[in-house]
């Protein structure tokens, strides 16, 4: 295996527009994680929260256009009705108005989490992510794989649904120099640890597989589809955190073939 496949993409672009490009049923994974809305630069994209969910209807409605029908989407979502997202919003958009089967529910503990400097909130010190499939017939989930990738996160290895990674993960099992650092662009996303896609995609697909990322940030699912062996497709419109992303995954690549 040399790191690389053919078909990889990496798109500096409008994620709907870009999106309506694509062959249908053309992914047989999705693992994302969709910008805040406020506090970050897509305040000033969005004149409301409102607009904000009909703009997450698009993007999610493509995304399930794209999806094979064998295929398993992984929404990760905060919740936050302060700064950024409701995650349920989201979640009832995806299942009651598009339809999407909601096969399971992630708990991501971030057991490190810094304690919130107010009086007015509990410390957040999770987040979820949402299995959505058009359907959860033929569903065969590699728990084998996830756990020997990453059997710190789990409990026993019987892979359940909450996931222990620190939210600051340093991991840097993929290679040295890879772990969490300048992985959030100036729209407020894709900041998750290796971890988390590494054990999504671990669960959901095989090698040679189409994995996408259509909120690419720095590119932690490339660059755990490149150690995975399978194929991926980015969509970024932040041109630093675009240009970040492809120096990574580049270098892990040239890293991979080296050592």
Same mark, same amino acid.
């Given at each position: 295996?040399?790191?690389?496949?053919? #078909?990889?993409?990496? &798109?500096?672009?409008?994620?709907?527009?870009?999106?309506?490009?694509?062959?249908?049923?053309?992914?047989?994974?999705?693992? +994302?994680?969709?910008?805040? $809305?406020?506090?970050?630069?897509?305040?000033?994209?969005?004149?409301?929260?409102? *607009?904000?969910? %009909? $703009?997450?209807?698009? $993007?999610?409605?493509?995304?399930?256009?794209?999806?094979?029908?064998?295929?398993?989407?992984?929404? #990760?979502?905060?919740? !936050?009705?302060?700064? /950024?997202?409701?995650?349920?919003?989201?979640?009832?958009?995806?299942?009651?108005?598009?339809?999407?089967? @909601?096969? !399971? +529910?992630?708990? $991501?503990? %971030?057991? =490190?989490? *810094?304690?919130? #400097?107010? /009086?007015?909130?509990?410390?957040?010190?999770?987040?979820?992510?949402?299995?959505?499939?058009? +359907?959860?017939?033929?569903? =065969?989930?590699?728990?084998?794989?996830?756990?020997?990738?990453?059997?710190?996160?789990?409990?026993?290895?019987?892979?359940?649904?909450?996931?222990? &990674?620190?939210?600051?993960?340093?991991?840097?099992?993929? /290679?040295?120099?890879?772990?969490?650092?300048?992985?959030?662009?100036?729209?407020?996303?894709?900041?998750?640890? @290796?971890?988390?896609?590494? /054990?999504?995609?671990?669960?959901?697909? #095989?090698?040679?597989?189409?994995?996408?990322?259509?909120?690419?940030? +720095?590119? *932690?699912?490339?660059?755990?589809?490149?150690?995975?062996?399978?194929?991926?497709?980015?969509?970024?419109? !932040?041109?630093?955190?675009?240009?970040?992303?492809?120096?990574?995954?580049?270098?892990?690549?040239?890293?991979?073939?080296?050592?």
């Amino acid at each position: 295996m040399n790191g690389t496949q053919k #078909n990889d993409m990496l &798109i500096k672009g409008d994620i709907i527009e870009e999106l309506s490009k694509m062959e249908s049923e053309s992914v047989d994974c999705i693992v +994302t994680s969709p910008p805040y $809305w406020k506090g970050f630069a897509y305040e000033a994209y969005f004149n409301s929260y409102a *607009q904000y969910l %009909r $703009w997450s209807t698009k $993007w999610m409605r493509e995304c399930k256009r794209v999806l094979k029908h064998s295929g398993t989407f992984y929404l #990760n979502v905060i919740n !936050d009705s302060e700064i /950024t997202v409701r995650a349920f919003d989201l979640m009832n958009i995806a299942t009651e108005e598009l339809m999407y089967k @909601l096969h !399971d +529910t992630i708990i $991501w503990y %971030r057991y =490190n989490q *810094q304690p919130a #400097n107010t /009086t007015r909130q509990l410390t957040n010190q999770c987040e979820y992510v949402f299995m959505l499939r058009h +359907t959860s017939d033929g569903v =065969n989930l590699n728990k084998t794989l996830a756990y020997e990738l990453n059997p710190h996160i789990f409990k026993t290895k019987n892979v359940g649904n909450v996931w222990e &990674i620190p939210f600051n993960s340093g991991k840097k099992s993929a /290679t040295s120099g890879f772990g969490r650092k300048e992985t959030k662009s100036k729209y407020g996303h894709s900041g998750f640890p @290796l971890e988390l896609p590494e /054990t999504c995609i671990a669960l959901s697909t #095989n090698e040679g597989d189409v994995v996408m990322d259509p909120f690419m940030g +720095t590119g *932690q699912t490339g660059i755990i589809c490149k150690k995975l062996d399978r194929e991926f497709i980015g969509i970024e419109l !932040d041109g630093n955190a675009y240009d970040i992303s492809k120096d990574r995954i580049e270098n892990y690549v040239i890293q991979r073939v080296l050592f």
